[in-house]
């Protein structure tokens, strides 16, 4: 990108009424040289992750473990995007993101997934570099809507601490309350200090930061209604009540950092609230195997579409 598309951001943000008032910092030399690079970079390495995934991919187990429900199929799609669309709608009032830009929330969340964490958040830095026409200074606002996001995350699971913590201190499920109680308290801290540096932390505006806060908490609190309908779509004979509970000791427990082997904890929950029926852990591995089907055919169409402009831009 050149100093004028720069100049472009900054004059936008200060044209557009209601915008944020805070601007792109100028570019290094080295960086604007791989601006133009970056994407096919990226695209080119969630390609490569696909194709060794697919490689471990069971298809034939997934196949046969398959949900039938209707039900299921309606609500999977919304489970699956809710994070790109609540992406979306953040930074569709921070810089006045077009309907394509889901394309690329949709790579950040495959960089993420596939690749190595927050490479995502990187891929997608430099995608709004490459564009003239978005408001606002790039690298601030990701970097606060991810810490945001952080936040939200941890919020929730404090929450869901505290509700099950009686369940966890009667049951030996891999977990003891004390390597517990000092998993949340790493949760609590960074995001507690977050909190207390606020003002030197984040480069948006209070009212976004409020936004974007509340968007995360929605989209998390919509994953896990999402989750208990899915499962009770796929096993409609388990009581709604124990999918309430799964849904959010699943979430508790794969957020708990000195948490070794949390599927077997999460096993061992499911041990515990249902006995020996072994079709719960089966489904949440499907479902888990279902979203990486999900990243590898959104993998293939964007790169397909990718593929596509590159050629009529080709022949025009």
Known sequence: ???????????????????????AAPIAEGLRRW??????????????????????????GVWQRIPTSPGFWLLFPLYYFALPIADW???????????????????????????????????????????????GAPFGAIKDVAILSAIAGNVVT??????????????????????????????????LLALVLRGHLFSMPAAETRFALKVHFVRLIAVIGLTIALWHFALPDVPLR????????????????????????????????????????????????LVLVGHILVAIGLTAHWAVRRHKGAEA
């Open 1 to 23: 990108m050149s100093g004028h598309s720069e100049d472009r951001i900054t004059a936008t943000a200060e044209a557009v009424p209601g915008t944020e008032s805070y601007v």
């Open 35 to 60: 601006l133009p690079i970056a994407g096919p970079l990226f695209s080119i390495g969630i390609l490569a992750a696909v194709i060794w995934r697919l490689q471990q991919l069971d298809v034939g």
């Open 158 to 191: 404090l929450i869901l601490f505290a509700l099950a913590y009686p369940l966890l201190g009667r049951a030996i499920v891999g977990i003891q309350p004390h390597v517990a109680l000092l998993s949340v308290a790493i949760i609590v801290g960074p995001s």
């Open 89 to 135: 709608v953040i930074f569709r009032r921070l810089w006045r993101i077009p309907a394509a830009g889901i394309s690329a929330l949709l790579r950040k969340r495959l960089s993420n997934d596939l690749l190595v964490g927050y490479s995502g958040e990187l891929y997608f830095y430099t995608w709004a570099r490459r564009r003239a026409d978005l408001t």
């Open 242 to 289: 124990w999918w309430m509970a799964l849904a959010a000791l699943q979430i508790l427990v794969s957020r708990l950092p000195l948490v070794p082997n949390k599927d077997v904890v999460f096993a061992g929950i499911c041990v515990l609230l249902l006995g020996s029926d072994m079709r719960v852990i089966e489904l949440t591995a499907q479902i888990a195997s």
